[in-house]
């Protein structure tokens, strides 16, 4: 029905900078909200921003306030999640998911297969 799938991650140093795209794709599909998300070796997935697509209201953990901005391309069907002031906490696999409608069904929701963020100090 939809997919997302991921760019972007790779190898920083600490506060450097990285940006990640997210691209949804599918057919006859509204989304609602995308969000990205993490999971650092040995720990629980945990939020780190989201954002919604009819108004563009956007929610951020507060580990990452101030440093991350979460953005999108409603045309395009594309979120960004640029990171600045990276720090080694901020390794993890990032992930992107979407909430959407799918003809009678309501809030489903996709993941991506992740990417890895991995910040040097």
């Known amino acids: 029905q939809v997919q997302v799938a991921e760019s972007g991650g790779g190898s920083v140093q600490f506060g450097g900078s990285l940006r990640l795209s997210c691209a949804a794709s599918?057919?006859?599909?509204?989304?609602?909200?995308m969000g990205w998300y993490r999971q650092a070796p040995d720990k629980e997935r945990e939020r780190v921003a989201t954002i919604t697509t009819d108004r563009g209201d956007t929610n951020y953990a507060e580990a990452v306030k101030g440093r991350f901005t979460i953005s999108r391309d409603g045309a395009k069907n594309v979120v960004y999640l640029q990171m600045d002031k990276l720090k080694p906490e901020d390794t993890a696999v990032y992930y992107c998911?979407?909430?959407?409608?799918?003809?009678?069904?309501?809030?489903?929701?996709?993941w991506g297969q992740g990417t890895l963020v991995t910040v040097s100090s």
């Open positions: 599918g057919t006859t599909f509204v989304i609602k909200s």
């Open positions: 998911m979407a909430v959407y409608d799918f003809g009678h069904l309501r809030n489903l929701d996709t």
